[in-house]
């Protein structure tokens, strides 16, 4: 692309990034990204408000910021020079239009005298332009703070500069939160444990509807679920069958409806060859891959201890075959895809139920595992270098019968004496108690029962 067509195009995204609607702000705390020098990394599905995000960033700054979204239909047979060509029109023009405010233009100012400018530069989908690695890399060097985007996870481990890798801080950007999900209907979010019975049921309603639908915000602002359909669809199209020339664009689509269908499952790749009429387990693990990569779904692992060695495979593996056999659950990248993916499947409340709560654990920053051995633990919490497991979590629709009652604590019980935890927490739709358990040496063991909507707004 010549430069006489690049600059209208480089020129009509700032017209676009400056004039924007109203933001609803991200609960996503960035104010350290503000200082430091690193590449600051936002990566989250299609359709979560990756651009508005970027806007509520630049909010915050000052300084010349120069926007550019590679997604832009217009941009064609990029090549790896051009960001280093808009950086030259963002000196040329844009820095001139930014002393034109500053009531500098025309003045008689020797180059050493010109008042430096902050620089940030905001890269929309960067993934679009050939080796943006290095070219990322050029623009962190000058000293400009640089925010990119993408609606692909992978392209952090596989096309990164090896010289960038230790100065990129990663954002993860998901499906709005419930707190979120009250500000975009422009309602306050309350303090949970101030509220009246009243407030309560109020509150309970509202997020019926928020677990119903998902956090899509397009959604939630016109409450046109049939979106969710077309996210997913779009998703695999664009993030996965195009980005990846996939070959059998079928059996790819059988196995991430299977999967969605069968949320906070365990699975096993033969039963997943099956699903996709797949036939081969290298395909069907790319696949598992590639929709993790595009946050269609995410892979849960079973806690296994530093000291234990996987056992799983065949003989002759290397160490990263044997993790990879590691058993997994799975999970939707979002709670709405469930009913729009597959309609006619029987519904599980209880399995979307603990697929919500694990979204918003990933939200919180948390490095998740499940707990199986006589019995399960649907949720551990461990510190991400140490692996030391801080919390377990259970999750159970309705905490009513004796049956259910006795299975969850169990199960958290049989998780928090093998971690020495002292307590534990048990999420409800509505349910809110606290246990004390004596064990047979005599020490307490302490169970929070909570209503899951209480424990996200906290």
């Not at 709405?336 to 919180?364: A, H, I, M, Q, T």
Request: with cysteine; aromatic share 10%; charged share 30%.
């Amino acid at each position: 692309m010549q430069r006489i067509e690049l600059l209208p195009l480089v020129l009509d995204n700032q017209s676009f990034f400056q004039n924007c609607p109203d933001i609803i702000p991200r609960i996503i705390p960035f104010s350290p990204c503000l200082d430091g020098s690193e590449v600051n990394f936002i990566c989250g599905p299609l359709h979560t408000g990756k651009t508005s995000f970027l806007r509520q960033v630049a909010g915050s700054l000052q300084g010349l910021k120069v926007y550019i979204n590679f997604e832009d239909s217009r941009f064609r047979d990029l090549k790896p020079e051009t960001l280093q060509e808009i950086k030259e029109i963002a000196a040329e023009y844009c820095i001139k239009g930014h002393e034109d405010e500053e009531g500098l233009a025309g003045k008689d100012i020797d180059d050493k005298e010109r008042p430096e400018v902050p620089v940030s530069y905001f890269l929309d989908e960067i993934h679009y332009l050939p080796g943006w690695g290095d070219r990322v890399y050029s623009l962190q060097n000058d000293g400009a703070r640089v925010f990119v985007t993408s609606s692909s996870a992978g392209i952090i481990s596989k096309e990164i500069s090896p010289r960038l890798a230790d100065g990129i801080k990663i954002i993860r950007l998901l499906p709005f939160s419930f707190k979120e999900y009250l500000t975009l209907k422009g309602l306050r979010v309350p303090r949970p444990n101030f509220l009246t019975p009243s407030r309560c049921d109020e509150m309970l309603c509202l997020f019926l509807q928020y677990f119903e639908n998902g956090g899509f915000p397009e959604i939630i602002k016109s409450g046109d679920f049939r979106l969710s359909r077309k996210y997913f669809e779009e998703t695999l199209q664009k993030e996965i069958i195009e980005r990846h020339t996939i070959q059998d664009p079928e059996g790819l689509k059988k196995l991430a409806v299977f999967l969605i269908s069968n949320m906070a499952s365990e699975y096993s790749i033969d039963t997943l060859k099956r699903a996709g009429g797949i036939k081969d387990e290298a395909t069907v693990r790319n696949y598992l891959d590639y929709l993790e990569e595009a946050f269609l779904l995410y892979r849960v692992p079973m806690f296994r201890h530093k000291s234990e060695k996987p056992d799983y495979g065949k003989e002759g593996e290397n160490e990263n075959e044997r993790e990879s056999n590691i058993p997994c659950k799975v999970y939707a990248g979002d709670t709405g895809f469930f009913k729009s993916v597959f309609p006619r499947y029987p519904d599980s409340l209880g399995l979307r139920f603990e697929n919500l709560v694990f979204l918003e654990l990933l939200r919180k920053g948390k490095q998740v595992y499940y707990f199986h051995n006589t019995r399960e633990c649907d949720f551990l919490i461990a510190e991400k270098e140490s692996q030391k497991v801080t919390a377990a979590v259970q999750v159970c629709l309705c905490f009513g019968g004796t049956a259910v009652r006795e299975r969850e604590v169990l199960g958290l019980m049989e998780a928090m004496e093998e971690f020495g935890l002292n307590e534990g927490l048990i999420l409800t739709m509505d349910d809110e108690e606290v246990m004390e358990i004596e064990r047979k040496d005599g020490e307490m063991k302490r169970i929070i029962i909570k209503s899951v909507w209480k424990w996200m707004l906290e």
